[in-house]
């Protein structure tokens, strides 16, 4: 069964940090472009950053360029969400997700994990 | 940056309708548009890429049509469990991938 199992949300201060995970499987992992999205409560989607399946480049949505980092780990088939300097509006569900031919423009994201709930907040 | 715009925002409808959802973005972005269904509590769902492409596992009464700036979701036999809100994305001109900002159908 494909799969992707996000953990690391939780409830962080303003201004700290948190790691999140994207456990994947059942699927080559090192032959995708990965994504991250995100929804604030009651809120639309927002797509956050992608890797490239190589680990060669990564993109970030203005609003998080800078304080988030995003990376990946072939091997183990997990992907990461660095994320640095919190604020209140980045409380959101964040969702990973397996992008298809991301290389060739027709971008879609066909398998999407759970999410993880951050929520920012004193 | 694109910027995609859904109408209606929300609409009503009863089983057994004609559906029809639009996105328009604010330039050309070719076929490049896909569309999903999220239920509540749910990750969102693919059912529609590059426009007119059926995702596997996606019941055929859902379809998609339109290129350049504007493109339609059909459902052409609402069914109970279509209650979902529904979003386009764009592919295009990335970074960054634009979503719309949703519609939400609810069943009369």
């Known amino acids: 069964e494909v799969l992707l199992v996000e953990s690391g949300g939780g409830l962080v201060q303003p201004g700290g940090s948190l790691r999140l995970s994207c456990a994947a499987s059942g699927f080559t992992f090192s032959s995708y472009w990965m994504h991250w999205v995100r929804q604030a409560p009651g809120k639309g989607l927002v797509w956050v950053s992608h890797?490239?399946?190589?680990?060669?480049?990564?993109s970030y949505a203005d609003s998080v360029q800078g304080r988030f980092t995003m990376s990946r780990d072939n091997a183990k088939n997990t992907l990461y969400l660095q994320m640095n300097s919190l604020r209140a509006e980045d409380t959101a569900v964040y969702y990973c997700a397996r992008g298809r031919y991301c290389d060739s423009g027709s971008c879609h994201f066909d398998i999407w994990g759970q999410g993880t709930m951050v929520t920012v907040s004193s | 940056d694109i910027q995609m715009t859904q109408s209606p925002s929300s609409l009503s409808a009863s089983v057994g309708d004609r559906v029809t959802i639009t996105c328009r973005a604010s330039q050309s972005i070719s076929n490049f548009l896909n569309w999903y269904q999220q239920k509540p509590g749910k990750a969102p769902k693919l059912l529609i890429y590059?426009?007119?492409s059926l995702q596997s596992g996606v019941p055929s009464r859902f379809s998609g049509s339109g290129s350049g700036t504007d493109f339609t979701l059909t459902i052409s036999s609402l069914q109970p469990e279509d209650c979902a809100t529904y979003y386009c994305q764009q592919s295009y001109s990335t970074p960054p991938i634009a979503f719309g900002q949703g519609t939400r159908l609810e069943i009369k």
């Open positions: 890797i490239k399946s190589d680990d060669s480049s990564t």
């Open positions: 590059a426009a007119f």
